[in-house]
């Protein structure tokens, strides 16, 4: 893993061959290099791991018996990296249908939310939601 970050904060950082103002200033370019590297692998790191967590949420609230553990936090994260890998590198054909479905099932998911959240709201004026403060 520590080869893998040298390596891209290591190309991340090289010197621009054109005439910029920053040319001069290799650390610069090495530090944001290093930062942007991490960044990203802390960023790979960080989704599955809320991802699990928010399983195991789920599993508290619908389960008051259930007791949430770090290491079973550290499953699920496991788990959906697994996943990921797997769909990633096995049905990788698939992937582009897999993004079609996704984004209608994410849009009819968006209007339903919206449909809900405008019907069940309470009716207001335009005079008293332009003129009331509350505070």
């Known amino acids: 893993m520590q080869k893998l970050i040298s390596y891209f904060a ?20 090495a530090g944001t290099g290093w930062l942007a590297s991490i960044a990203w692998l802390a960023g790979l790191a960080g989704s599955p791991f809320l991802i699990g967590t928010t399983i195991q949420g789920l599993l508290v609230i619908n389960n008051p018996d259930y007791i949430a553990r770090a290491w ?45 959240f405008w019907t069940s709201s309470p009716k207001l004026t ?5 003129y009331r403060a509350l505070n």
């Open 10 to 29: 290591g190309m991340s950082s090289l010197a621009n061959p054109s005439n910029d103002r920053f040319t001069d200033l290799p650390s610069n370019a």
């Open 126 to 130: 335009a005079g008293r939601l332009i």
């Open 72 to 116: 079973q936090g550290y499953l699920f994260m496991t788990l959906i990296i697994s996943i990921a890998l797997i769909v990633n590198t096995y049905f990788a054909r698939l992937l582009p249908r897999l993004e079609a479905v996704m984004l209608a099932l994410f849009t009819c998911a968006f209007v339903a939310f919206l449909a809900i």
